[in-house]
T-cell receptor
Framework: AQTVTQSQPEMSVQEAETVTLSCTYDTSESDYYLFWYKQPPSRQMILVIRQEAYKQQNATENRFSVNFQKAAKSFSLKISDSQLGDAAMYFCAYDGGATNKLIFGTGTLLAVQP | EPEVTQTPSHQVTQMGQEVILRCVPISNHLYFYWYRQILGQKVEFLVSFYNNEISEKSEIFDDQFSVERPDGSNFTLKIRSTKLEDSAMYFC???????????????FGPGTRLTVT
């Protein structure tokens, strides 16, 4: 069965600095999607970025980028120029396609210090 | 921008009562999902739904749960006899296609907070 692990329950970053959130996963599939979702205190789930496993190029969305290491089954999120509005819970998620469901990690609570 | 909507935002019910959580997926989406998040825990998949039938369900989705698309716009989750441990945030999501079929993305609604007393 596929699993997603986020080993950092909490992280803190200074405003305008860069922070990296870690995620590892386990799967026997060769093709899949990986996602980072942001959940602010409102508890809305907001898609931050996604990565297709067959693409070697790391995905980037403005200040958010990923470091996807397929062989290592690692999918980290880098937030550059952190802003106060980035403070939230961040969930890594996996979708193997064949199962048509998202499998989430336990989340990393990010605090941004002014 | 189109969005998934959910009603109510907060539902309080007594143990043993039936509740129906409602969702309106994005109009051109064909795949629908329910997820659950107990406070302080991770988001867990409950069920996926396509072409008026369940595609997949988790072990959480037992006989007390059911889903329905009663008309062309609504997607509902019914919990027949609520238990204290059903207290959670319930998220509806929808997508254009499944899995690896092209531009896949699940869009989440804002959630319904269910409190069972």
């Amino acid at each position: 069965a596929q699993t997603v692990t986020q080993s950092q329950p909490e992280m803190s970053v200074q405003e305008a600095e860069t922070v990296t959130l870690s995620c590892t996963y386990d799967t026997s599939e060769s093709d899949y999607y990986l996602f980072w979702y942001k959940q602010p205190p409102s508890r809305q789930m907001i898609l931050v970025i996604r990565q297709e496993a067959y693409k070697q190029q790391n995905a980037t969305e403005n200040r958010f980028s990923v470091n996807f290491q397929k062989a290592a089954k690692s999918f980290s999120l880098k937030i550059s120029d952190s802003q106060l509005g980035d403070a939230a819970m961040y969930f890594c998620a996996y979708d193997g396609g064949a199962t048509n469901k998202l499998i989430f990690g336990t989340g990393t609570l990010l605090a941004v210090q002014p | 921008e189109p969005e998934v909507t959910q009603t109510p935002s907060h539902q309080v019910t007594q143990m043993g009562q039936e509740v129906i959580l409602r969702c309106v997926p994005i109009s051109n989406h064909l795949y629908f999902y329910w997820y659950r998040q107990i406070l302080g825990q991770k988001v867990e998949f409950l069920v996926s739904f396509y072409n008026n039938e369940i595609s997949e369900k988790s072990e959480i989705f037992d006989d007390q749960f059911s889903v329905e698309r009663p008309d062309g716009s609504n997607f509902t989750l019914k919990i027949r006899s609520t238990k204290l441990e059903d207290s959670a945030m319930y998220f509806c999501a929808s997508s254009v296609g499944p899995g690896l079929a092209g531009n896949y993305e699940q869009y989440f609604g804002p959630g319904t907070r269910l409190t069972v007393t």
